[in-house]
């Protein structure tokens, strides 16, 4: 046929079985369609150049819908990508990123990343960079290792008058033995040491030689003791006020018992009666 070829009205153009090379471009009228094959038993259909579904003027949006897998795969000449518009996106299936390979939201964005109900499994180190923040939800948190703050930050437990318990079940050290490594405890408020349920008495220890100091009234519980050790050659002194001793006071054979004041200024009275026995 050396000039154009038309079928007219509601006729058809059928070929044999051969390949048919379609040498010029062709176009579907429209309202038609393009079908390959019959379900279950067409062929594959390759398009070695670019597909282009819709254009880009106003209204030539078009919508590909694909009942089946889809593959995408790499050509001899580098790997390939896969971009979309700036719509939604739905995966209405299970996503799986394969190994050695990324998935990265742009770090200058302010997109958001928002997940479902379900529980999160980081398996690979996690880092909030920057000054960025990072919050739980009212749920308890467990921290499973070992966890440090980081130097010159601090850690803080709920806010003045509405904090709730810090309950610490191990050991706890402020500072270290090493040179250098000592700290400060400083506690604004009442301190309170209690025994637990194992009938085990617990003692309060300060191993530093340094001064101990009370700014405030001193009370030892009934039936309790003040001791110094016994072989030691720590004093004791008392301020200016009076002392008062409620039980027997008994100095050691080799030791004495002195006023240091001399003349008259120097007395030794018994509020309750009027001579000593010298006997006892």
């Not at 739905?90 to 990324?102: F, K, P, W």
């Not at 904090?163 to 400083?186: E, K, R």
């Amino acid at each position: 046929l050396n000039g154009d070829t038309t079928v007219t009205l509601a006729k058809t153009f059928t070929t044999g079985s051969g390949a048919v090379t379609l040498n010029g471009d062709t176009t579907v009228a429209d309202s038609k369609t393009f079908n390959v094959g019959t379900s279950s038993s067409a062929g594959t259909t390759t398009l070695l150049g670019d597909v282009v579904i819709g254009a880009t003027g106003s209204g030539n949006t078009q919508t590909l819908s694909l009942y089946g897998d889809f593959s995408q795969l790499d050509g001899s000449d580098g790997s390939q990508t896969f971009s979309t518009a700036t719509g939604a996106i739905s995966l209405n299936g299970d996503i799986t990123v394969a190994t050695g390979m990324d998935f990265t939201m742009v770090s200058t964005g302010t997109g958001t990343f928002t997940t479902g109900t379900g529980a999160i499994t980081l398996n690979g180190n996690t880092e909030v960079s920057g000054s960025n923040t990072f919050s739980t939800g009212t749920g308890s948190v467990s921290l499973n290792g070992p966890t440090t703050v980081k130097d010159s930050t601090s850690f803080s437990v709920g806010s003045p008058g509405a904090a709730g318990d810090t309950q610490l079940f191990g050991n706890v050290y402020v500072g270290g033995s090493a040179s250098g490594m000592s700290s400060s405890l400083t506690v604004y408020g009442s301190s309170s040491f209690q025994d637990d349920a194992d009938g085990t008495t617990k003692t309060f220890s300060v191993a530093s030689t340094g001064q101990v100091s009370f700014y405030g009234d001193v009370f030892v519980a009934q039936d309790k003791n003040i001791v110094m050790h016994s072989s030691g050659q720590g004093t004791f002194t008392s301020a200016t006020g009076a002392v008062t001793f409620n039980g027997d006071v008994t100095v050691d054979n080799s030791k004495s018992f002195m006023i240091a004041a001399q003349g008259g200024g120097a007395q030794l009275q018994c509020a309750t009666g009027g001579s000593f026995d010298t006997n006892r």
